[in-house]
């Protein structure tokens, strides 16, 4: 359907080369991608799921992430395209969610009500090993090309990439310390909404755009900014009161 | 601290490994109490507190698993004291993983071995699952849980996660407590009220329940939660 614009996909790669050999930070790397995903393949949201090594898959980082959104992430530990995708290591392409109840007879109409059409997986593979998936949804009906599905793949592989990204890529056990940081650090911005949605009053996803909004106009890492919230949610005064509507 | 005892003995079996140890955690590092399998695990824990330095402190500072399969191929730069002592006590190989919940750090999970060589996946997950219950069991000792409460894994059995953490954060606002306190509140009162923690946690998010002792029943104890209508 997009036959995505040469121009467009070498933006991200720049992007993508500058976070990777900048600071890095793999939650703000990974929230990176899924938003450029998004743009890249017109996308109405796009979201990766990491496995645990317990074998749960969890959220860890959407283009979006509002409560219903979070819930779809959620329900595909049990059901769902990211779930096939990770146990089979082969992608869900264009997957009709109007005709989907059989196949995911909870998920499906979790999806269609949030107002998606369409709904495609790839998974993130580590030679024999799939570690998580990357997960895009549709407004309309699913129109992926193989053009389209080895760009969304290409991004899925990097994706893994960064999650290697030190020196010692051959090091296996790097790929549990990494993960299990990540998880963690997911975890942290949930603890951190929450923090916010109390002591201002607002709903969490009001929380999170909040401190969203407050990391990019300060140039800090969301992960840093969730941090200082639990450690002292009054230390950012700035979170207390909804965000300057950007110009334009 | 027996359960605790008990917990890195079977861990440390199935791991095949030669002993293991908690050591629990202040959040600026200090180190409180210890509990090991035998000398050796006590020694090797030891030393690393009194040298500063080695793969707990690391996992507990880095707040991510230290998975060392061949301590004798580090380099010197990563832990020059710890290296060599730990090898005269016959560490061949250490895996240490923070007890932690998102921003709530407890402590640290160590397990050893005699012999070099990775964990296989098994014995990693086995690992994993230690360290959740070795959490869950400091979590509700903080609380002064009831005797016998569920111990169901910290957050296994919740089906959306990310409600759980973001109650955990309200219940911290609302409490000004820790992390690892509101947790073990929210714990002990789906206990004390037979719910699954899930279910408290919705209540929580959707503002239904809140923990403030000045907003309803003031008594203490984990009955303080009030709900709302």
Redesign the interface.
């Known amino acids: 359907m997009t036959t995505v614009s040469a121009e467009r996909l070498a933006k991200i790669f720049v992007e993508v080369a500058d976070t990777l050999v900048d600071e890095f930070d793999l939650i703000e790397f990974l929230h990176l991608l899924t938003d450029r995903t998004a743009g890249l393949v017109q996308a109405s949201a796009v979201g990766m799921l990491l496995a645990?090594?317990?074998g749960n898959l969890?959220?860890i980082a959407g283009s979006d992430e509002n409560v219903k959104l979070?819930?779809l992430f959620?329900i595909q530990?049990q059901q769902g395209p990211c779930l096939d995708a990770f146990r089979t290591g082969r992608p869900v392409i264009n997957a009709d969610l109007r005709t989907a109840g059989a196949r995911w007879p909870r998920f499906a109409p979790h999806a269609t009500a949030a107002g998606f059409r369409s709904v495609h997986a790839f998974p993130l593979r580590l030679r024999s090993e799939v570690i998580g998936a990357l997960n895009l949804f549709g407004a309309g009906v699913g129109a992926f090309d193989e053009a389209d599905v080895q760009i969304v793949q290409a991004v899925a592989d990097v994706a893994t990439i960064g999650l290697l990204q030190e020196r010692t890529i051959h090091r296996?056990?790097l790929l549990?310390?990494?993960l299990?940081?990540a998880l963690?650090?997911r975890?942290?911005i949930?603890?951190?909404?929450?923090?916010?949605?109390?002591?201002h009053g607002v709903s969490?996803d009001e929380a999170f755009a909040r401190m969203r909004g407050y990391a990019r106009r300060a140039h800090r890492r969301l992960s840093e900014v969730?941090?200082a919230v639990?450690?002292d949610?009054g230390s950012i005064p700035e979170l207390s009161a909804e965000p300057p509507q950007p110009p334009g | 601290m027996g359960g605790m005892r008990r917990l890195c003995a079977a861990a440390a079996q199935a791991m095949s490994a030669s002993g293991a140890a908690v050591t629990v955690m202040a959040e600026d590092g200090e180190r409180g109490a210890m509990v090991a399998t035998d000398l050796t695990s006590e020694r090797l824990e030891e030393l690393q507190f009194v040298l500063g330095e080695g793969p707990g402190a690391d996992a507990f500072a880095?707040?991510?698993?230290?998975?060392?399969?061949d301590l004798a191929g580090e380099t010197m730069a990563r832990w020059p004291v710890y290296t060599p002592a730990a090898g005269d006590l016959g560490l061949r190989a250490v895996f240490a993983?923070?007890l932690?919940?998102?921003?709530?750090r407890l402590g640290v999970f160590e397990v050893f071995r005699v012999r070099s060589g990775?964990l296989s996946?098994g014995e990693?997950?086995h690992a994993?699952?230690f360290a959740e219950v070795a959490l869950t069991t400091l979590l509700d000792g903080q609380a002064n849980a009831p005797l016998g409460a569920p111990a169901d894994g910290l957050v296994g059995a919740v089906?959306?996660?990310?409600e759980?953490?973001?109650?955990?954060?309200?219940?911290?606002?609302?409490l000004g407590i820790s992390?690892a306190e509101a947790l073990a509140r929210m714990r002990a009162h789906a206990y004390a009220e037979n719910l699954q923690l899930g279910a408290v946690a919705a209540e929580i998010?959707a503002r239904r329940l809140r923990f403030d002792p000045d907003q309803r029943s003031p008594q203490a104890g984990q009955g303080e939660a009030g709900r709302q209508t």
């Open positions: 645990d090594q317990r969890e959220f979070l819930e959620q530990n296996s056990e549990t310390e990494q299990q940081g963690n650090s975890i942290v949930e603890q951190a909404k929450g923090a916010i949605a109390q002591a969490v969730a941090h639990v450690t949610v | 880095s707040r991510r698993p230290v998975l060392v399969p993983f923070p932690q919940v998102g921003a709530a990775q996946s990693l997950r994993l699952i089906e959306h996660r990310a759980l953490f973001q109650a955990q954060g309200m219940v911290m606002v609302q992390l998010v």
